[in-house]
């Protein structure tokens, strides 16, 4: 019998002990979450996939619960060859839209951008010309069997974005209607519980 592991990388403001919602779910699985302290694709990004590796030489096969911008970083991790099969819930995956719409509401220019490097936004949303210039440098380069759940009220990702992303990279996409970008209500969770199971009752 194989040895399966399920991590779970959480979002911002998440944190790993989120991952034991998930225990019921898999019960023959032994189930981690990750944390991380970067906070850039390329920080966050190298310590999940240190980790990942490490997993990846301890069990046969690894599936990997992402949420929002978990989902991000570990698509620009280039962990994709350790995973088996991922679920996303509600993933970034137009981050240069996301700046370029924070950069609007904050009348934040690029070149004022560029100049300063780091602009400090009155919402509290920190600027970062670097990071802008990495995500429109790394495109999300996943090929992972993958499936999404996508909540129809998401104010981050338009249903268009992640319906293109989707068809692009050969995933599932599941809408749940009136859902928001965080799953959180008791419906909310119900409803994201009985996708896993679903999507896991037609595994090989």
């Not at 944390?35 to 990004?45: F, K, L, V």
């Not at 220019?109 to 990071?131: K, N, P, W």
Request: glycine share 6%.
């Amino acid at each position: 019998m194989k040895k399966r592991v399920v991590l779970y990388i959480h979002g911002k403001g998440g944190n790993a002990r989120e991952a034991e919602h998930f225990r019921p779910i898999f019960p023959n699985c032994d189930i981690f979450g990750l944390d991380y302290r970067g906070n850039t694709p390329w920080d966050a990004g190298k310590e999940i996939a240190e980790k990942v590796s490490d997993f990846a030489s301890r069990y046969d096969e690894i599936t990997l619960i992402a949420n929002s911008l978990g989902a991000f970083f570990s698509m620009n991790s280039g962990m994709d060859r350790f995973i088996q099969k991922a679920y996303f819930i509600s993933p970034i995956v137009d981050m240069v839209r996301i700046i370029e719409d924070i950069m609007k509401w904050a009348n934040v220019t690029e070149a004022e951008l560029s100049e300063r490097q780091i602009i400090q936004t009155d919402s509290g949303v920190e600027l970062s010309f670097a990071y802008l210039s990495y995500v429109r440098t790394h495109a999300n380069d996943w090929h992972v069997p993958t499936e999404i759940l996508y909540g129809e009220r998401d104010t981050m990702t338009s249903y268009e974005t992640i319906s293109s992303f989707a068809k692009s990279h050969g995933a599932g996409l599941t809408v749940m209607p009136k859902g928001e970008h965080w799953f959180h209500t008791e419906e909310q969770m119900r409803f994201l519980d009985q996708w896993i199971v679903e999507k896991e009752s037609k595994r090989p």
